[in-house]
């Protein structure tokens, strides 16, 4: 008889009792402390905002052998947080003004260990029905904001990128009716952007296999497309009788969050309509979206409704965590022709259920109930509250170009359009471009590891710069102040190195 090979001592182990042993609100807590203990010193603005530890050492750390024995669930809450909890970044930390990612609302955050839980897939209605109603039911609140009737729809996605991707396909499938079964053909459509596009657009381009040369990229005129470069371009592409497929504005730009002026990009795709009707104008408002529901900020958009599909992520300027994205159409068939693929064992045949399911119109199959954590913030904070949340953002950035205007090293770049600033350093007694350009650089890693805050660098014009996105509705006039003095200080220490 084969001998056991654990040792004696071991306990059997029985996997569905340590299932069982976890399900309670006790055995959670020690997980849940992790979130509250979070929330409560960074309120406080209590520690470091990041660490300065480098990813190899972060890795040595973990390098550990694949646990192969249980551990309570508590005592895995203490190693995750020596080992891991240490290095992360604190977006919840009034001083972390870096990427477009949130510091999200807690009713999201609570919200999500229920999405898990439930772990209901939007694929399909009848995987998920309650959430696929309400994906719907959300999406109709976010196309009526807009402005658009009941013939508009959507899907959640992961994030701008996807919604972008989806958008784009859909405008191919109007472009090359029968895309699907033939590929692009050898004279695929072009694809027109402006200058400060993200690289979704970019990217859909590529996936959709038109190829990078097929983008035609129009310059900016300050942060926002040329409209008059645009129409210059596309009465050549119209003498050269290259078809458009569609044209991508953008609402509040990655680099410096600018809005470009949709009602005239409306104009220019009315202007140059082919057989199918107006250019399809596909809107990124991934970021700037969040306006719709600030009256002040709203203004911006002006022209959206004139769009075919929006792109717009709740988890950038609606605060919401990680991952909730959205692409709204304003005619929803559009959507069903963007992926044309059959699949008995998951989609039905009838039309009824069809109109329900969201996986024959979005890129994901499986996919989470994200709805759920938007629909729970806007029962929570209410449509008001957000908006006022968008506007605070706004003011933040605002505030910080104020109080550079005068400032003798540091030079705001532009007006802020939303929540996004951009500015210079003017190290003294540097001339030299690639110099201040490195030294730039520098300031920000060295600003950034001290631990006192977190901010990102971008390229404007082919110069190196700084960048703040308010993404942290705790994010005050102090913080902004006590950035500007943390900013001063480094630089002094930075040029003390480079002398
Ligand atoms: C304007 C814009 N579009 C699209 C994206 C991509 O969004 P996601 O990261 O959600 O895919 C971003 C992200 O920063 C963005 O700023």
């Known amino acids: 008889m084969a001998s056991d090979p654990r040792p004696l001592t071991e306990p059997p182990i029985d996997p569905l009792a340590l299932l069982e042993a976890d399900t309670t609100l006790e055995a959670a807590r020690p997980l849940l402390e992790l979130v509250a203990t979070y929330f409560a010193e960074t309120r ?115 994030g701008g990128t996807e919604a972008t991707l989806t958008a784009l396909l859909a405008a191919r499938a109007r472009a090359i009716p029968n895309v699907w079964d033939r590929g692009v053909g050898p004279r695929p459509p072009v694809l027109v952007c402006g200058e400060h596009a993200h690289y979704a657009v970019t990217r859909a381009a590529g996936v959709m296999g038109l190829g990078q040369s097929h983008v035609v990229v129009i310059p900016s005129d300050g942060q926002r497309m040329s409209v008059p470069q645009l129409r210059a371009r596309l009465a050549e592409l119209q003498r050269e009788h290259k078809p458009v497929m569609a044209v991508v504005a953008t609402a509040g730009c990655t680099a410096t969050g600018a809005f470009d002026d949709l009602e005239a990009v409306a104009d220019a795709c009315d202007s140059f309509a082919d057989a199918n009707g107006p250019l399809w104008m596909h809107v990124d408002a991934a970021h700037g979206g969040g306006a719709l529901l600030a009256p002040r900020e709203r203004p911006r958009l002006a022209g959206l409704a004139r769009a075919r599909s929006v792109a717009w992520d709740p988890h950038k300027t609606l605060l919401l965590p990680l991952a909730a994205g959205m692409l709204l159409m304003r005619e929803e068939h559009d959507l069903e022709r963007a992926y044309a693929q059959s699949a008995p064992y998951l989609f039905t045949p009838s039309e009824d259920a069809r109109a329900w399911d969201m996986g024959p119109r979005s890129f994901q199959c499986s996919r989470r109930a994200d709805v759920l954590k938007v629909w729970v913030a806007f029962e929570r904070y209410g449509s008001q509250a957000l908006g006022a949340l968008y506007e605070r953002l706004c003011d933040m950035a605002r505030y910080l170009h104020e109080r550079l205007s005068s400032h003798a090293q540091f030079t705001p770049l532009h007006l802020p359009e939303s929540n996004i600033l951009c500015f210079s350093w003017q190290p003294p007694g540097v001339v030299d471009a690639a110099e201040r350009d490195a030294l730039t650089d520098a300031l920000r890693e060295r600003y950034n590891r001290s631990g006192r805050g977190w901010i990102t660098a971008t390229s404007l014009g082919g110069r190196r710069v700084l960048r703040i996105t308010v993404m942290n509705a705790r994010t005050d006039r102090v913080h902004l102040d006590a950035l500007v003095s943390g900013l001063e200080a480094e630089a002094q220490r930075v040029l003390q190195h480079h002398r």
């Open 44 to 158: 406080a603005g209590e520690g470091g905002v990041s660490t300065w530890h480098s990813a190899e050492v972060i890795a040595d750390r973990l390098a550990t052998e694949m646990p192969r024995n249980p551990r309570p669930l508590a005592d895995v809450a203490r190693r995750l947080a020596s080992l891991l909890l240490v290095d992360v970044n604190r977006l919840a930390h009034p001083m972390y003004i870096g990427h477009q990612v949130s510091a999200p609302l807690p009713a999201a955050v609570w919200t999500e260990a229920l999405i898990s839980a439930l772990n209901q897939s939007q694929a399909v209605r009848e995987m998920s029905p309650s959430f696929t109603p309400l994906e719907h039911q959300v999406i109709e609140w976010m196309t009526d904001l807009i402005g658009w009737d009941a013939r508009a729809g959507g899907t959640m996605t992961s």
